[in-house]
């Protein structure tokens, strides 16, 4: 395997599957998958966040947000890995509800990674709404 097939592997099951727990209001799954070390940023479609403490703040917020997830996909339409740095970028279509209100929305999605300790880590994200 690759090294460019064991990080699709990893997007595919861990980062989908903590996505989609943050979704069902658990940001723990979320949180175990992102760097412990500096720098680490969101420039989110709803809130950004820089450092660990305002990283923790939003995760947070998102969880108590987040409820009822019935559908979490991401249309990945770019990656790549160079040694220890990786990105995605794709499309992100939920279905959930927002403080108890359903919400189906598309968010553009580009995230970055590095390897640490022989993990894959996210340590930046961006991400805002499509508007056709």
Known sequence: MTDRDDFLAWVRTALHDAELALHDGDAAPRRALWS?????????????????????????ALAKSFSDCMSYVF???????????????????????????????????????R???GEWRV??????TVTE
């Open 36 to 60: 412990r070390g500096e720098p680490v940023s969101v420039l989110g479609a709803w809130r950004n966040a820089h450092g660990q403490q305002q990283l923790d703040k939003l995760f947070t």
């Open 115 to 117: 390897r640490e300790d």
């Open 75 to 113: 249309e990945l339409q770019a990656y790549d890995v160079s040694g220890t740095m990786a990105y995605t970028a794709g499309l992100e279509h939920t279905s959930v509800s927002v403080d108890g209100e359903p919400r189906t929305y598309t968010l553009r999605a580009t995230q970055v990674y």
């Open 123 to 128: 340590a930046h994200r961006h991400a805002d």
